[in-house]
């Protein structure tokens, strides 16, 4: 079992800037695919980014340029810097992690993760 917790959520104006963390416990791995998914009320969860054992990374072509994931193994936690936020981020935010490899076409896909994180809210306020 993995247990995963997100924090660093919170409202911010357009163009602003927040840091996501989330830290795994339990039976967790570097070699572990982990990802960043998003849902906004009355919409799908979708995958915004996504980062595999060897460092390889995947974003949703919404967020390419403007959002930074990455991984520290060595404290279990995983990240997601996000830059020039827009009101269209708004959205609960969900760490994601799942044992062994994803095929890359399917790393963005919320069915490929068995793992789930409770969420943190970003608000973004034009």
């Known amino acids: 079992q993995v247990q995963l917790v997100e924090s660093g959520g919170g409202s911010v104006q357009a163009g602003g800037s927040l840091n996501l963390s989330c830290t795994a416990s339990?039976?967790?791995?570097?070699?572990?695919?982990m990802g960043w998914f998003r849902q906004a009320p009355g919409k799908e969860r979708e995958g915004v980014a996504s980062?595999?054992?060897?460092?390889?990374?995947s974003y949703a072509d919404s967020v390419k340029g403007r959002f930074t994931i990455s991984r520290d193994n060595a404290k279990n936690t995983l990240y997601l810097q996000m830059n020039r936020l827009n009101p269209e981020d708004t959205a609960m935010y969900y760490c994601?992690?799942?044992?062994?490899?994803?095929?890359?076409?399917?790393?963005?896909?919320?069915?490929?993760?068995?793992?789930w994180g409770q969420g943190t809210q970003v608000t973004v306020s034009s």
């Open positions: 994601a992690a799942q044992p062994g490899l994803i095929l890359p076409w399917l790393r963005l896909r919320r069915d490929a993760y068995t793992y």
């Open positions: 339990g039976s967790t791995s570097s070699t572990y695919c």
């Open positions: 980062i595999v054992g060897g460092g390889t990374i």
